[in-house]
């Protein structure tokens, strides 16, 4: 990555060989010249080591710039798509209501008419059958657009962040032992203090173990990780020993009705669903993946001192 | 449920509210459809309802108007808000005005007659508490 501002320091990286010529000059002129030299040289070490330090602070902080830069982009991006699929959300609950309660008439007219409509009549009800459940499917889309665009205040509580993840870790390893995927817990003893919305936190967890089991699909690990961060923190990490994530998609993951699921079996909006909880939360979630060896998703979990500036802030 | 509900269905979606009203009819209940809420409260004034089933986003009056403006004249009756725009805002409203359910478009025809019998229930023990504070001596109605 491009570090700016570094070139502006160039010519400090040669610093040292100024010293040097400059003491060779003072040896050469004499007398006092070699002290003039030892003391210069000590100088040029010094300086050496400081323009070092300094470059290193500048690289630090310019990508520590460049990161909160992609997130902030990422959660404006999410915040508008959000609010233009809600507003579509809100116009299609209409026709779609109108469709729903023509098939369910249509049912009550089919019930009466009691066989009256010949051979025809199972595939009719067959057909009428799946208008149902195609309509139940969007509905199931708009009501999830709507609930990830809602923004309800969290309500914002001391957690015991490793009964949260077991309670969520419980809940799918029924399911997991079914396909032979083991789960695997490493929680660790006396983390931070975590003052967040449970709710919200167990939603997020939810989402990533059941995407962690889906990615593995049979045969293998969901690791389950809790940690306390450098900042006061406190970190949750699912890795899963599935097929990982290809490099083009990572950026995507994130972004609303991005699914590698097929059709009718995702609506890729769990992951901008955790994405926003966790915006709202003060934290972060973040992926590493390896195609064909997994995926590791970590939920940040900011210090309670952190929580309470971000509730101020707004 | 042994005697059953004389609902209104209040929405300006003409083909919503028609067959709305055919289902709610084939399932033994009274129903009458009107397109706006102006309409409403002149419906409200010449007949009996228990429970009506109210749009929010309608021309002229909205929904939530058109609910402040019923509980005025008619407390006792029960109303179910059924609408495709769901707000938190205008949902917190409703519930202040005194609504007693908020559902969102598409809802499943079994869920909405759910709602309507808990709220027909609701307003008959009301009224009947009402009427056993007021003449104790005359028993169930």
């Not at chain 1, 962690?212 to 006061?232: M, R, S």
């Not at chain 1, 995507?252 to 890729?268: E, I, L, Q, S």
């Not at chain 2, 009274?30 to 409403?40: C, F, K, L, M, P």
């Amino acid at each position: 990555m491009d570090v700016p501002g570094r070139s502006h320091w160039l010519w400090l990286d040669y610093l040292p060989c100024w010293v040097m010529i400059g003491s060779a000059v003072a040896l050469w002129v004499g007398g006092q010249g070699f002290l003039i030299s030892l003391v210069l040289a000590g100088g040029g070490v010094w300086a050496m080591l400081s323009v070092r330090r300094l470059q290193d602070e500048i690289r630090r902080a310019a990508e520590q710039h460049c990161f909160l830069d992609q997130q902030l982009i990422q959660s404006q991006k999410l915040a508008s798509i959000g609010e233009l699929s809600s507003g579509i959300a809100h116009e299609i609950n209409n026709p779609l209501a109108i469709m729903g309660q023509e098939v369910e008439w249509i049912r009550h007219l089919l019930g009466e008419a009691e066989g009256g409509l010949g051979p025809s009549e199972g595939e009719l009800k067959d057909s009428l059958q799946e208008i149902g459940r195609q309509v139940e499917r969007c509905r199931e889309i708009t009501h999830k657009l709507l609930d990830f665009a809602r923004k309800k205040e969290p309500l914002i509580q001391s957690v015991d962040i490793n009964r949260l993840v077991e309670d969520m870790a419980r809940l799918v390893e029924r399911e997991a032992s079914l396909n032979n995927i083991r789960l695997e817990r490493h929680y660790s003893d006396g983390l931070p203090p975590v003052y967040t919305d449970a709710p919200l936190v167990r939603q997020v967890v939810l989402n990533i173990l059941n995407n962690a089991t889906h990615a593995i699909q049979k045969d293998g690990t969901v690791a389950i990780l809790t940690l306390a961060e450098g900042d006061g923190g406190v970190g949750i990490q699912v890795s899963d020993t599935g097929c990982g994530i290809p490099k083009e998609y990572r950026d995507k993951v994130f972004d609303p009705f991005f699914t590698t699921k097929p059709p009718g079996k995702g609506t890729g909006l769990g992951l901008s669903i955790c994405h926003g909880i966790m915006d709202r939360l003060g934290g972060r979630i973040s992926l590493e993946s390896e195609e064909g060896r997994g995926t590791t998703f970590t939920v940040h979990l900011p210090p309670a001192n952190q929580r309470e500036s971000h509730d101020h802030g707004g | 449920m042994a005697a059953k509900p004389k609902v209104l269905v209040v929405d300006d979606e003409e083909r919503f509210r028609v067959t709305l009203g055919k289902l709610l009819g084939a399932r033994g209940l009274e129903v009458r459809t009107v397109g706006s809420g102006r309409e409403a409260l002149q419906e409200l004034d010449s007949d009996g309802y228990d429970v009506i089933l109210l749009d929010v986003k309608m021309p002229e009056m909205s929904g939530v108007e058109a609910l402040a403006a019923i509980k005025k004249t008619h407390p006792n009756l029960e109303v179910i808000i059924l609408t495709g725009h769901a707000s938190v805002d205008v949902a917190v409203d409703i519930m202040r005005l005194g609504g007693y359910e908020y559902l969102l478009k598409p809802c499943p025809l079994e869920e909405l007659l759910d709602k309507i019998e808990t709220a027909y229930e609701r307003k008959v023990a009301r009224e009947a508490r009402a009427r056993g504070v007021a003449q104790p001596p005359e028993g169930p109605s």
